[in-house]
């Protein structure tokens, strides 16, 4: 069974710029999460899809990042226009149930220059 | 807000030492405790959790304990081996079980020399 996959893994772009990263979930889990790491600080929780929902987008920082899920299956995080201070790892994660067990992808690495 | 302080490291170690990696938190509710960890190149995964007070998780050699007095939920294992270099992260949720709006702390790097 995949994992949950995230791309691009890396991505360097220039302020002002706009990145769209995404996130495919393992299949049938409808429990869909974004959480950043900026250099040197905590894992932060940015929103929580349930299906194609968004159930609590409280952790986003600002209105230049849009989250979006269609059909209830991938997620896109824009970043429009990006800053410097986006720079960081974003990582995303699924799960079938809120209790349960949560899976995590690998990552995209945001470098705004 | 809730929060999660643990020791930032690096923790470098020989293999077969005793790790400790210390974890405290503040919640306004009555959270649940978990450990992650990342593995080079690879995405975080759950090592322990426990969701009650002296409950104690444990997976691959790890054990944590709920200590609710101390509000701590210390990481030990008590020989490690260079497959267990990663980043451990403590975490906590606010709603009781669930892996609902983690707080993380920043993490702790340790490495294990044979």
């Known amino acids: 069974e995949a994992g949950v996959t995230q791309f691009p893994s890396h991505s360097v772009i220039e302020k002002g710029q706009t990145v769209t990263l995404r996130c495919d979930p393992i299949?049938?889990?409808?429990?869909l999460y974004w959480y950043r790491r900026v250099m040197g600080k905590e894992i932060k929780f940015l929103l929580h899809f349930v299906k194609e929902s968004k159930q609590d987008e409280s952790g986003m920082p600002n209105n230049r990042f849009l989250a979006e899920r269609t059909g209830g299956t991938y997620s896109t995080l824009k970043v429009q226009p990006a800053e410097l201070e986006d720079s960081g790892v974003y990582f995303c994660?699924?799960?079938?149930?809120?209790?349960?067990?949560?899976?995590f992808g690998e990552g995209s690495r945001l470098t705004v220059l | 807000g809730d929060s999660v302080t643990q020791m930032e490291g690096p923790v470098t170690l020989s293999e077969e030492a005793f790790l400790t990696i210390n974890c405290t938190y503040t919640a306004t509710g009555y959270p649940s405790l978990f450990w992650y960890v990342q593995y080079p190149g690879e995405g975080l995964q759950l090592l322990l959790k426990a969701t009650k007070a002296d409950d104690k998780g444990s997976n691959k050699g790890f054990e944590a304990t709920y200590r609710k007095e101390t509000t701590s939920f210390h990481l030990e294992k008590g020989s490690v081996q260079v497959s267990d270099s990663a980043v451990y992260f403590c975490?906590?949720?606010?709603?009781?079980?669930?892996?609902?709006?983690?707080?993380f702390g920043k993490g702790t790097l340790l490495t294990v020399n044979p």
């Open positions: 994660a699924s799960s079938q149930e809120v209790i349960g067990e949560l899976f």
């Open positions: 299949s049938g889990h409808d429990n």
């Open positions: 975490a906590l949720s606010d709603r009781g079980g669930s892996n609902y709006k983690l707080t």
